[in-house]
């Protein structure tokens, strides 16, 4: 991969900014799938360029990766804020990772095809959903991230909501997918915090028996491009309930053209409240699905039902303000 830069004089910081970026990210996954950081970038990478500011360019915001020729172009602007810079380029490098490289990893299922982590395309209907959830995914990873190698409390903010390094377009849709990687854990008998998971095993660490489950199912959807979060999903709350609720989030993400003010959106706020009943349904009866077969105990249940709501509680807040 070559890495092109406006600014001559600024070309190995950005080189060892992209490898910084890669080396986070490689410490909060496990082993196994951080290998991917290394062996397939230079098959999905061909150009990194660099710009000198983070106003609109060429179509795209802050940073975009577009697959140009079979490979990706991966485009980010640069500021005086450290973290604002590894945000930007860590938010890309994801898209990179979580991109299927060759046919035999597109999973298919109701003829619809995995694209890109949660987002999937429906080809009876010729449209993709799902794109609000995996652009949220990037930004809650990149800021995980950066939170780790700062040796800040990724738990606290994973609860009252996750600090802002810049404002994008997806930022009024973070808590959505902050409520559902909670609501999709799988630690259901030991308490794992995130801390502890990433210096263990990372972030997507398989749980031991009994459960014998991805830490989060929101999580090893995205990043193996499955429908497993669907499927779990649509199990608690109905037939195509997660795929209507990402349509829902796209539509109001995508109504945003890229030359208005994404700092004053004009979101429909009854979506976010009705994707929030969506999700608590869905918590509430997997947890009395998980209480009936004795997999909880009501002490366990009354647990986990609290922690749902203290971050429930804080996305709520927002909404109203």
Known sequence: MKLITLDSNKYNDEINRFNECI??????FSKSYASKFTSELDDKIDTIISFNDRALIGGGYYGDSNIVNGKFVVRYGTSKDVNANRFIALHELLHVIITPINKGEIVVKDNCSSSQGITKYDNIE???YGIALTETFCNIIAKIAIL???HESIDNYLVTGLPDYIYNYYSPFEDISRLLFFASCNDYLVKYDIEQLINNEGIDAIIGEPINKPYSTFINSVIKNDF???IEFDSFVGKNEFKNMCLELDSEMLKIKINDSIEEPKYNLKVFESV??????YYFNKLEYLHQRGIIGINEKEKLLNEFD????????????
């Open 310 to 321: 203290s971050i429930l509680n804080s996305i709520k807040l927002k909404i109203k303000n």
């Open 228 to 230: 497993e979060m669907e």
């Open 126 to 128: 010729n449209k993709f």
């Open 23 to 28: 080396t986070l990210l490689q410490k909060i």
């Open 148 to 150: 780790n190698k700062n």
């Open 276 to 281: 929030i009943i969506k999700i608590e349904t």
